[in-house]
């Protein structure tokens, strides 16, 4: 599958150098700009490389852990159903767990349900 990486450095500069930087917190949902990666590791998608993810764990006032969310409804341990964002059924997906930093934060969803949230942590800790 051919990936367009010269498009998305131009954007990832782009993002680097915004002064702006969302203030999050655990448990909440954004749409966030993941860009273009490597191999399977799990992409943005359209022009602006946009994936919902869910914030697991603030690291600073930068950085935080994240859960990258699909849409697809395919069974996998490592997918952990969430319920709806924006209409859509969502996934966690698990084996994508990842660092960004908050400038990469584009817009918040809402709050993830703390029984699920309660859940998705338990499920992390029994995959390490």
């Known amino acids: 599958m051919f990936k367009d990486f010269n498009k998305w450095n131009e954007k990832k500069k782009n993002i680097h150098q915004k002064n702006f930087v969302p203030f999050f917190h655990t448990r909440e949902v954004w749409w966030c700009c993941l860009g273009l990666n490597v191999?399977?590791?799990?992409?943005g998608s359209g022009q602006e490389y946009y994936r919902p993810v869910l914030i697991l764990k603030g690291m600073s006032r930068?950085?935080?852990?994240a859960i990258p969310l699909t849409s697809s409804l395919d069974q996998h341990k490592l997918r952990f159903p969430i319920g709806r964002v924006e209409g859509k059924e969502a996934r966690g997906l698990l084996s994508?767990?990842?660092v960004l930093d908050a400038k990469r934060l584009v817009r918040k969803v809402g709050y993830l349900d703390q029984a699920i949230f309660d859940g998705i942590k338990k499920a992390v800790k029994d995959m390490l």
């Open 39 to 43: 191999g399977f590791e799990q992409d």
């Open 62 to 65: 930068y950085t935080f852990v």
């Open 96 to 98: 994508q767990i990842r």
